[in-house]
C-alpha cells in the first residue's frame, strides 16, 4: 500500500468529459491523432518573426490537424477587430486570435503583436485551426455548451498540447 496515491488532478465530472470527448474527436477524426507524436517547439525552429513566418507556422498546424492551409486565409492586423463575434482568445495584451467563416473559407486573425511569441502563435494558430475543423466543418455549432473547452481539448488531440499548456500564462 503507497503512502501517496496517484489521484486524477480533475474532477470525476470533468474527467468523464474528457473521455467522452477525447472518444467523440476520435469518432469524427480517426484514431491516428490521438497516439501520434506531438509537435515539439524544436519543430518550429526557424521561426521568422513576420507574416511568411506565421503563414510557415499555419501551414505545420494545419498538417498536423488535418486542414488545408489553402482554404485558410491568415489576417495579421494591430488587434484583433472586436467586431468579431466567434472564438476569440485574450491575453493581457488583448486579443489573440479570432476564427471566422467568410463564405467557403475560414479566415483567422492574430494581432501582430503575436510574431514576437511563437509559441504562444502556434497555440493561438491551433486554437483557431480547432475551431476550422469542428466549426467549419459543421462538427459542432458555436451555441454548443462545451465548444470552446472542446476547442481546446481537440488542440491536444491533434498533438498540439503543449504549446497550448506553455502559452497558457498569456491567456486571461
Request: charged share 25%; aromatic share 8%.
Amino acid at each position: 500500500m503507497s503512502l501517496f496515491k496517484p489521484k486524477c488532478p480533475v474532477s470525476s465530472k470533468a474527467e468523464t468529459w474528457i473521455e467522452q470527448s477525447l472518444d467523440w474527436l476520435t469518432g469524427q477524426f480517426g484514431d491516428g491523432y490521438l497516439g501520434a507524436d506531438v509537435l515539439l517547439p524544436t519543430e518550429i525552429d526557424g521561426y521568422t518573426e513576420d507574416e511568411a513566418g506565421a503563414q510557415r507556422l499555419l501551414a505545420i498546424v494545419c498538417e498536423r490537424m488535418g486542414a488545408s492551409a489553402s482554404a485558410i486565409d491568415l489576417q495579421i492586423h494591430g488587434e484583433v477587430p472586436s467586431t468579431r463575434r466567434s472564438a476569440r482568445r485574450t491575453s493581457d495584451d488583448g486579443e489573440l486570435g479570432a476564427y471566422e467563416r467568410v463564405g467557403d473559407r475560414s479566415e483567422i486573425t492574430v494581432p501582430e503583436s503575436l510574431l514576437k511569441k511563437p509559441v504562444s502563435l502556434v497555440a493561438t494558430l491551433a486554437h483557431e485551426v480547432a475551431h476550422v475543423r469542428l466549426l467549419g466543418e459543421n462538427r459542432v455549432t458555436s451555441e454548443q455548451y462545451d465548444q470552446e473547452q472542446l476547442t481546446d481539448l481537440a488542440t491536444v488531440f491533434f498533438g498540439l498540447g503543449i504549446f497550448i499548456a506553455n502559452a497558457a500564462y498569456d491567456y486571461t
